[in-house]
Nanobody, 119 residues
Framework: QVQFVESGGALVPPGGSLRLSCTAS????????IGWFRQAPGKEREGLAC????????EYVNAVKGRFTIFRDNAENMVNLEMNNLEFGDTAVYYC????????????WGRGTQVTVSS
C-alpha cells in the first residue's frame, strides 16, 4: 500500500524558514510528479509548487515564487519544499500529493503537516 507522509511543519516567526519533506512508503517518488498544496482555516486548498517527473522542471504559483523551492532528494526518496521569508499568510496545513508520470490527477495524498507563522 502506498502511503505519503509530510514532515517538517513547525511554528516559526515571520521572516523565518522551514523545510518540508514528502516521503512515501511503497513508492519511488522519482516516477511521480509531486505537488505541494496548503489549506488555511476557512479557505480552499491551493496548489503551491510542483516538480515534474519527466524533467524535474519546477512550477510555482506567484504567491510563493522566489520564496519557496521544490526539489528532489532521490537518495532519500523525498521531495522537499524549502520555504524562506515566511509570512503570516503562509500559516496552513501543507500537503504533498503525487501523480504518475504522464497523468493529470493527483491520486496519492499525505495527511499534512502544520505550518504556523507567528510572532
Amino acid at each position: 500500500q502506498v502511503q505519503f507522509v509530510e514532515s517538517g511543519g513547525a511554528l516559526v516567526p515571520p521572516g523565518g524558514s522551514l523545510r518540508l519533506s514528502c516521503t512515501a512508503s511503497g513508492a519511488t517518488l522519482y516516477y511521480y510528479s509531486i505537488g505541494w498544496f496548503r489549506q488555511a482555516p476557512g479557505k480552499e486548498r491551493e496548489g503551491l509548487a510542483c516538480i515534474n517527473s519527466m524533467d524535474d522542471s519546477p512550477e510555482y504559483v506567484n504567491a510563493v515564487k522566489g520564496r519557496f523551492t521544490i526539489f528532489r532528494d532521490n537518495a532519500e526518496n523525498m521531495v522537499n519544499l524549502e520555504m524562506n521569508n515566511l509570512e503570516f499568510g503562509d500559516t496552513a496545513v501543507y500537503y504533498c500529493a503525487a501523480k504518475w508520470r504522464g497523468t493529470t490527477d493527483y491520486v496519492h495524498w499525505g495527511r499534512g503537516t502544520q505550518v504556523t507563522v507567528s510572532s
